[in-house]
């Protein structure tokens, strides 16, 4: 079971939030507003927040220009990630991941079916990360919201959580960029 090492020091992380919809504004966007509250509580910095319509092409400029963004950590898009033909967060952000996180899927699946049953199912959340950069896709709803980041994010975003977390490995995941092959090296 994950703890807390309270001997190490918080490492507060720059996170930008993507709202993806047709129909909110930033004074109604209650799901965003929730992960922007929860993020802050916990220590970490907004780095970014935008709402951007459920286009293809608009979500993937604004995830673009989060990644190439050396202030920007950690990306959390919030809604489009259902089924309706609106719905295209996933489609949006996924081939820009350079690495799948097969694993948030499962445990935002484990963590909602506990709450609302076989309509997790509805849910295409997904993660990936790209550079230096994790991107999480949550639901459109502020419960969704709340799971994600209370069951998940807060802790893996969290350096002093064992056994493991994202935050320790960051200064790894962009190595392979940093770091040419070796000349005359065969694989």
């Given at each position: 079971?994950a703890?807390?090492?309270?001997?190490?020091?918080?490492?507060?992380?720059?996170?930008?939030?993507?709202?993806?919809?047709?129909?909110?504004?930033?004074?109604?966007?209650?799901?965003?507003?929730?992960?922007?509250?929860?993020?802050?509580?916990?220590?970490?910095?907004?780095?970014?927040?935008?709402?951007?319509?459920?286009?293809?092409?608009?979500?993937?400029?604004?995830?673009?220009?989060?990644?190439?963004?050396?202030?920007?950590?950690?990306?959390?898009?919030?809604?489009?990630?259902?089924?309706?033909?609106?719905?295209?967060?996933?489609?949006?952000?996924?081939?820009?991941?350079?690495?799948?996180?097969?694993?948030?899927?499962?445990?935002?699946?484990?963590?909602?079916?506990a709450?609302?049953?076989?309509?997790?199912i509805?849910?295409?959340?997904?993660?990936?990360?790209?550079?230096?950069?994790?991107?999480?896709?949550?639901p459109?709803?502020?419960?969704?919201?709340?799971?994600?980041?209370?069951?998940?994010?807060?802790?893996?975003?969290?350096?002093?959580?064992?056994?493991?977390?994202?935050?320790?490995?960051?200064?790894?995941?962009d190595e392979?960029?940093?770091?040419?092959?070796?000349?005359?090296?065969?694989?």
């Amino acid at each position: 079971m994950a703890s807390t090492d309270e001997a190490k020091q918080f490492i507060p992380l720059n996170i930008a939030v993507l709202t993806v919809s047709d129909t909110r504004v930033l004074a109604d966007d209650k799901s965003g507003q929730t992960l922007v509250d929860r993020l802050a509580e916990a220590g970490h910095h907004l780095a970014a927040r935008e709402i951007v319509a459920d286009d293809v092409e608009a979500i993937r400029a604004v995830i673009r220009r989060w990644i190439e963004d050396a202030g920007i950590d950690v990306v959390i898009t919030t809604g489009g990630t259902g089924f309706t033909g609106r719905d295209v967060t996933p489609e949006a952000i996924e081939p820009l991941f350079e690495k799948r996180m097969d694993g948030f899927s499962i445990a935002f699946h484990m963590l909602s079916h506990a709450k609302i049953g076989t309509s997790t199912i509805q849910s295409r959340a997904t993660a990936g990360v790209t550079g230096a950069t994790y991107i999480f896709c949550l639901p459109g709803s502020p419960g969704a919201c709340r799971d994600g980041w209370d069951g998940i994010l807060k802790a893996q975003l969290d350096y002093r959580t064992r056994p493991c977390n994202f935050v320790e490995i960051m200064p790894r995941l962009d190595e392979h960029l940093r770091r040419p092959k070796a000349q005359g090296a065969t694989v």
